[in-house]
T-cell receptor
Framework: AQTVTQSQPEMSVQEAETVTLSCTYD???????LFWYKQPPSRQMILVIRQEAYKQQNATENRFSVNFQKAAKSFSLKISDSQLGDTAMYFC?????????????FGTGTRLTVIP | DSGVTQTPKHLITATGQRVTLRCSPR?????VYWYQQSLDQGLQFLIH???????AKGNILERFSAQQFPDLHSELNLSSLELGDSALYFC?????????????FGEGSWLTVV
């Protein structure tokens, strides 16, 4: 079974500062994808960034980047120059594929508050 | 806007009743997924359909059923509702079933069972 662990239920950061959210996962799969989704107060799930397990290069999307450590099964999200609009729940998710199907397994989330 | 459309956005119903949640995937997406987000269970995968065919089942109760129609829209039917079924139900879609296909979520349907 796949498990995704987010050990930080809540975090806060000053506006314009940098914050890192942690995520670890457990799998015996060799081919998989990892995602970070953001859920603002509107409750919509918004894709932030994705990482392919076979790629060593860490993914980057503007102010968002990941630190992917495959051997350690760690996938942290770094948010640079934090903005008030970054206040949200952040979910780490793991995707594996079964024959003809795929699915996302989510962690329990980290609630991030950006302080003005 | 993800392009995934869900209706209704909010629904209040009584215990024992039956409701249907509807989802239209993004244009061109053949896969539809249903997820349940509740306070105590977090985000749980319910079911995955691809081009009308059920592909994977997660923690979906027997009281719940889903289908995907030829026009690719999907419906999630929830029957004999209990208070614990109160949750945010997400529909999501992706192009296909290939690993790495990004899954895009709708805005969710809030179900309150009273």
């Amino acid at each position: 079974a796949q498990t995704v662990t987010q050990s930080q239920p809540e975090m806060s950061v000053q506006e314009a500062e940098t914050v890192t959210l942690s995520c670890t996962y457990d799998t015996s799969e060799s081919n998989y994808y990892l995602f970070w989704y953001k859920q603002p107060p509107s409750r919509q799930m918004i894709l932030v960034i994705r990482q392919e397990a076979y790629k060593q290069q860490n993914a980057t999307e503007n102010r968002f980047s990941v630190n992917f450590q495959k051997a350690a099964k760690s996938f942290s999200l770094k948010i640079s120059d934090s903005q008030l609009g970054d206040t949200a729940m952040y979910f780490c998710a793991f995707m594996k594929t079964q024959t003809g199907a795929n699915n996302l397994f989510f962690g329990t989330g980290t609630r991030l508050t950006v302080i003005p | 806007d993800s392009g995934v459309t869900q209706t209704p956005k909010h629904l209040i119903t009584a215990t024992g009743q039956r409701v249907t949640l509807r989802c239209s995937p993004r244009s061109g997406d053949l896969s539809v997924y249903w997820y349940q987000q509740s306070l105590d269970q977090g985000l749980q995968f319910l079911i995955h359909y691809y081009n009308g065919e059920e592909r994977a089942k997660g923690n979906i109760l027997e009281r719940f059923s889903a289908q995907q129609f030829p026009d690719l829209h999907s419906e999630l039917n929830l029957s004999s509702l209990e208070l614990g079924d109160s949750a945010l139900y997400f529909c999501a879609s992706s192009v296909g079933t290939g690993i790495g296909n990004t899954i895009y979520f709708g805005e969710g349907s809030w179900l309150t069972v009273v």
